[in-house]
């Protein structure tokens, strides 16, 4: 065989193997090209059903919700059926869980600037906040800086108070920012306030709240949790103690008290009277703000997520939505 046809055809083999092995590659990225975006779109399909899934237990529990409290003439106690944990549920290719929060059976962190001429309110509200810094065993003057520092985050001035933080506190640190200036949205913004650390979110995080767009502070003396009395502490701006609180909270009736009044008028509470100070108006038994706690888990998607959902006689309606515990 001639040389020049062996070379010819030895070149030909090299071409061949040469597009065999570059079709392979071609072939085996373009598989797991498809391979990614089939599990892309899984994993879509699966957080779109989560998301839908979330919206279905909003409607559940908003329905639940104004049911109860036109049934028991706006009463809210932690024996209706909104207040048991629910679930997890198995659904069709996964399942939901949970839970729900009375939000008037903590302190709404917005009510530390209550807005207008309030002053003697406004201090009323600090004062308070420090009692509850304090019941959770932070010193005085820790008490005092932390209160400082967020009711400077939150008004809308730019004066520093006595041991608060401003824009040049924030913007002088390594990764700067300013202060909100602004009302609380979402309990996760007190990460940014200075003095605030994981440590102390943790341990304060059970007996604080944020309502979206409300700086009243009211607290559900049914639905405030044993293991919170020193909510009640901070609400008799330290008229009584913890341990008289948990009293307190141990002696309520099991489906709650009717009224404000039958709780004043019973037990260690009869002796404190509502006057500027030590008030204890800011107690009541109903409620109308809740935040629903979602664990849905689809496919390969888990999704935590929560809701804030404001309900008046007329109707319920969610008024905010966040992604996360």
Known sequence: ???????NRGAALITVMLVIAIVSVIAVNLGSSLQRQVSRSANLYQAEQSYWM??????????????ELEQSDGIVHAEQNWATRQGPFPVAGGQIAARVRDLRSCFNLNSLVPGGEQELQGE???????QLLMANELDSY???QLTDALIDWLDEDTRLSENGAEDPDYESLSHPY????????????????????AAIIAQIKPQVCVIPGNNELKLNINTIDPEHAAL???????AIDVST??????????????????ALN???????????????????????????????????VETRARSVINVTPERANVIYRAMGE
């Open 142 to 144: 820790q008490a005092q």
């Open 124 to 130: 009323r509200r600090r004062q308070q906040f420090r």
């Open 178 to 197: 300013q202060a909100a200036n602004s009302a609380m949205l979402d309990i996760s913004e007190l990460r940014q306030v200075r003095g605030y650390s």
């Open 232 to 238: 009640l502490v901070a609400l008799s701006n330290g």
């Open 266 to 300: 019973e037990g260690p509470l009869a002796g404190i009277k509502d006057q500027e100070g030590n008030s204890l108006d800011e107690l009541v038994v109903s409620s109308e703000y809740f935040q629903l706690l979602a664990f849905i888990q689809w496919g390969e």
């Open 54 to 67: 979330w919206l279905s237990a909003e409607a559940v529990l908003a329905e639940v919700l104004q049911l």
């Open 1 to 7: 065989m001639p040389t020049r046809m062996r070379t």
């Open 245 to 262: 609180a948990q009293q307190v909270l141990a002696g309520r009736p099991q489906d709650g008290y009717d009224d404000r009044e039958q």
